[in-house]
């Protein structure tokens, strides 16, 4: 599953992810030509969404003559893959190194590191 999106297929997630329904093209385009002033073409619109659905982010199912587009993932379940994929490529894949370069190598609180630890308990049990 790809996590690399544009911002205008962020845009179509994000108002699909708050929308909780499916919405069909028309929809879609009427939504960000009206609402959000894009001025989209249909074959814009109908790039995004193919874009999307390669990427395994996006269903579509033909209802009638219409297709309506919904999340294959939730909100959370795509920034999960996004913080999975920044910590892989940027930190090997280590917490530590991630921490390290969060906190610049000054010391952290101790309500940080409190903070820390019960995370660390709550995840483990």
Excluded: V
């Excluded at 499916?22 to 929809?27: M, S």
């Excluded at 996006?58 to 999975?84: G, M, N, Q, V």
């Amino acid at each position: 599953m790809g996590t690399k999106i544009t911002g205008a297929e962020l845009e179509i997630m994000e108002y699909l992810w708050e929308k909780k329904q499916p919405c069909t093209f028309a929809g879609l385009l009427e939504y960000f030509n009206g609402s959000r002033h894009k001025e989209w073409c249909k074959q814009t619109l109908n790039t995004n969404l193919l874009r999307l659905k390669r990427r395994g982010l996006l269903k579509a199912e033909k209802e009638d003559t219409k297709t309506r587009y919904f999340p294959s993932i939730t909100r959370a379940e795509y920034e999960t893959l996004c913080a999975k994929k920044i910590l892989e490529e940027s930190y090997g894949g280590s917490l530590g190194n991630f921490l390290a370069a969060l906190t610049g190598g000054t010391q952290i609180t101790e309500a940080e590191k409190q903070e820390l630890i019960n995370y660390i308990r709550n995840f483990s049990d």
